[in-house]
């Protein structure tokens, strides 16, 4: 603390003396934020569908190709799904957001890379999101967010997932694994 008090008091003190206080500083205040997660508990699995179709909130429906389930920690899992969009111009991404108990996740991941190590699952989407990115895969502007009721699962070698915003309009992604 006599440092604090130092640093507070003499005009020439350098970020680099702070940097120390201010990490132990936060660490105390938030000891769970200072915790890494478990690289087991991070990563994304991509594959490429030849049978893709989605719905977007404004109720265009195309086909899509990339499909990429990312765990973001142990109980976080996304499901995004990348195709063409109303114009030739930009891609879309729908993506879900599922939360729940980390031995549901259906991924399997060592070192940011996951395999799926379950032939059948079923999770609540929580919330779900639409962007739109350019041919190099830039975004284009801010996507929109919402939370939403819904489900996706994966069964028979098939992705789904589908769910429901307040005004009434459905959105909708199925992909064969």
Known sequence: ?????????????????????????ISLTAPGAA???????????KTFSSNCRYTLS??????????????????????RFTGSGPDDTTNHQLTFVVIGPAKTIPLH??????QLSASEWRGQVSSASEGRVDP???????????????????QRGKLQCEAQLKDGAML???AAL
């Not at 440092?3 to 970020?15: G, Q, R």
């Not at 990339?66 to 765990?71: C, D, K, P, Q």
């Open 35 to 45: 915790a890494a997660q478990p690289v087991s508990a991070v990563g994304r699995f």
């Open 58 to 79: 404004g109720g265009h429906e195309g086909p899509c190709g990339l499909v990429e389930l990312t765990r973001r920690g142990p109980s976080v899992l996304s499901l």
């Open 172 to 174: 909708r992604a199925v």
């Open 136 to 154: 190099i895969g830039l975004a284009m502007g801010v996507p929109q967010a919402w939370p939403v009721q819904g489900s996706c699962q994966i």
């Open 109 to 114: 991941c060592e070192g940011g890379r996951c």
């Open 1 to 25: 603390m006599e440092f604090a008090a130092l640093a507070c008091a003499s005009p020439t003190v350098t970020i680099d003396q702070l940097l120390p206080v201010v990490v132990l500083a």
